[in-house]
């Protein structure tokens, strides 16, 4: 049973940072390919950036610049490094788990994405 279980959220000022943690167990972390999302009160959930295996990432948009998508194998740990926060990036944050295969590009759609995590929240004041 895949296990996903974030940590590091939490209220920041805006302009700050906050770096989330994400570690899995019960899958061959090392070979799939991960993803970090976020969901506001009210409105969709939106894909923040992916991972490959091989260390590939990709962005939205609205966070290219800003955040960092990172992994440890060593430790089945991915990471989401936010800087310069601002309030619209205020959010539950989830980790999911494209699972393998993933040799041409990372994930980029919410279908990609087999587990999720519960989710940490995030608060930007302003």
């Known amino acids: 049973q895949v296990q996903l279980v974030e940590s590091g959220g939490g209220l920041v000022q805006a302009g700050g940072s906050l770096r989330l943690s994400c570690a899995a167990s019960?899958?061959?972390?090392?070979?799939?390919?991960m993803g970090w999302f976020r969901q506001a009160p009210g409105k969709q959930r939106e894909l923040v950036a992916t991972?490959?295996?091989?260390?590939?990432?990709h962005y939205a948009e609205s966070v290219k610049g800003r955040f960092t998508i990172s992994r440890d194998n060593a430790k089945n740990t991915v990471y989401l490094q936010m800087n310069s926060l601002k309030p619209e990036d205020t959010a539950v944050y989830s980790c999911?788990?494209?699972?393998?295969?993933?040799?041409?590009?990372?994930?980029?759609?919410?279908?990609?994405?087999?587990?999720w995590g519960q989710g940490t929240q995030v608060t930007v004041a302003s």
């Open positions: 999911a788990d494209a699972g393998p295969g993933w040799v041409l590009g990372p994930p980029t759609q919410g279908h990609h994405f087999d587990y």
């Open positions: 019960g899958s061959i972390f090392g070979i799939n390919a």
């Open positions: 991972i490959t295996s091989g260390g590939t990432t």
